[in-house]
């Protein structure tokens, strides 16, 4: 067992103090194999201590790493995480155990955070996670698979996805499948998008009454055209246990790729979300960016990891972000740098 001074000490209520700090330091101590003390987790949030993603990603990165913990458990304010081997393939399915407050964890953010750790076990996992997967201000699955997923392939991260059923919001029962083959990741020099490769409209729905999906992929066409991007438009029928509605946009550059989301609530019309999602979108597209503050999210891991240089402009510099880079910096002297304040545009560079 390694001693207390070999193991990273983690303030939980750094940053922003939420979920993304403990997830970093989480796959970065199953990374560099450095043990983790992980103290007031999630202090800055409205619920503190160990919640369902927090739970279900420490359980899978200890069965890939064989890890000891001690405060794995519900609601703990304290968790240590020590690896005992390098990370090895894994194939099952993740559960979605609830805390007190019934909140389940986001299915695409559990296996976006584990995907990373996966590709360098030199094997093919195939892994499912239950939960959430389309949410309020979370990771969307159309977000994952047409932004997440199609950025790490732009870097050599190679990963497939399908979803198995949906589920609205975090008390959702969705499963998502993920296969992550061995990859070996490259950097990205993204100074600039290039030219505009394609943008598409994709509304998640079920269990609404017929010709309110079709109304709001009309509405999304009407919106592009009025500012002359040309656009393709989906409506995509997923099986659920419970109704709901989810608009994505997604644009695809020759260096870049931005995403716009909204989720439905009850007495909000289809051209309200539409409008939602297709103004975040279009405020990426008007600045310089070439990924957006939420894409950089799932894009900060991976580069980390890459064999080459990195630059990536972001059209907005979160708390999340941040305190994640942070977090990164805790286990190794790796030459990330932000240029750039939180709330403002930034760079983030990587020079090998």
Known sequence: MASSESVVQIDGAYGEGGGGL???????????QLPVSIRRVRAGTKFPGIDSEDLVIARALAQIT???????????????FRPTRKPSAFNGRLGN???THGRGANANIVLSAIAPVLARTGAYSVISAEGETYGLKSLGYDSFQAGTIAAWRKCGLYVESSLERAGFGREGDGEVTMEVEPSQIDGLIWNDRGSLVSVRGLIAVNGLPPGIAERGIGFLKKLAQNVGIPMDAEVIECGARTAGVHVTVVAQYERGIGVGAAMGSKGLRVEALCQGA?????EWQQSPATVDPYLIDQLLIPMVLSQGDVTLRVSRLTSRFLTSVWAVRQFTPL????KGTEG???IISIKR
């Open 97 to 99: 155990e609830r805390g």
């Open 335 to 338: 030459p990330l740098v932000i």
């Open 66 to 80: 064989n890890a000891q913990t001690d405060g794995l458990e519900f609601g703990s304010n304290d968790l240590v």
């Open 344 to 346: 403002a545009p930034g």
């Open 278 to 282: 297709f103004e975040e979108l279009l």
């Open 22 to 32: 403990v997830r970093t330091a989480l796959v970065m101590s199953s990374l560099t």
